[in-house]
């Protein structure tokens, strides 16, 4: 079982935090500790799935390749997330690559304890509460792209991001540790395009650019600033 320190850093999550205690109990209790090297896969897309997981250190980027080798990041996961449950589900290999950004440790919960613990309702309740945050969430991401300008859908990516660990409130300062790199790849635009918005909002007074960071200085002003575009 994963030592008692792991609990506060999951409880950042709010879906493990909403879980009864003797369920959170019974989920740590199944689970192993695996370390990862910086650039080391958890999984690869296609694989068969091998267990739902719970990130305690560093990060995760979730990413797919396409034929010409080049790479679209989809997500970085941050502490506290767990994930992992869609092939677990529907038994389907994984659909996108994981990979450690810098070192990381993660919780495993093998499939098997995994499909005996969606008997229990509260559990599969869960589960389900999970996977429609996920699709409302992806809706979203549909419809910024769609409709939305390249501004509107930075702010909105800066804004996820910054909630990825925990809900940041509105006039609290968030930093978030991402490169301009990996957020044009996320978002599906040029570095360019990207400089142009963040230059627009750092003039703002909504956010400072540092190494492999962006601070964000109000959640408040740059979802105003974005929607008056």
Do not use: C
């Not at 008997?119 to 309740?125: K, R, Y």
């Not at 996820?160 to 044009?184: F, G, K, R, Y």
């Not at 360019?192 to 230059?199: N, W």
């Amino acid at each position: 079982m994963p030592p008692a320190f792991s609990l506060p850093v999951l409880l950042h999550n709010p879906w493990f935090a909403a879980l009864s205690a003797g369920l959170r109990r019974d989920m740590l209790a199944a689970t192993e500790r695996r370390h990862l090297q910086p650039g080391e896969m958890l999984f690869r897309q296609g694989h068969a799935p091998d267990g739902f997981y719970a990130l305690l250190q560093g990060k995760l980027k979730m990413s797919t390749l396409n034929q010409d080798g080049r790479e679209a990041i989809l997500t970085m996961l941050d502490i506290g997330t767990w994930f992992g449950e869609i092939s677990l589900i529907d038994g389907q290999p994984r659909t996108h690559d994981a990979t450690a950004v810098g070192h990381a440790e993660i919780l495993v919960m093998p499939p098997a304890v995994f499909g005996q613990l969606m008997e229990q309702a509260e559990f599969a309740g869960a589960v389900a509460r999970m996977l429609a945050a996920r699709i409302r969430l992806l809706y979203g991401l549909v419809e910024d792209a769609s409709l939305r300008s390249v501004r509107h859908r930075v702010a909105r990516r800066l804004v996820l991001l910054a909630n990825s660990h925990a809900p940041v409130p509105h006039d609290s300062p968030a930093a978030i540790p991402v490169t301009q790199e990996s957020l044009a790849m996320m978002l599906g635009i040029s570095r360019q395009s990207l400089s142009k918005e963040l230059k627009f909002f750092e003039q703002h007074g909504v956010l400072t650019l540092g190494y492999g960071q962006i601070s964000l200085l109000s959640v408040a002003l740059l979802t105003r600033l974005s929607e008056a575009d």
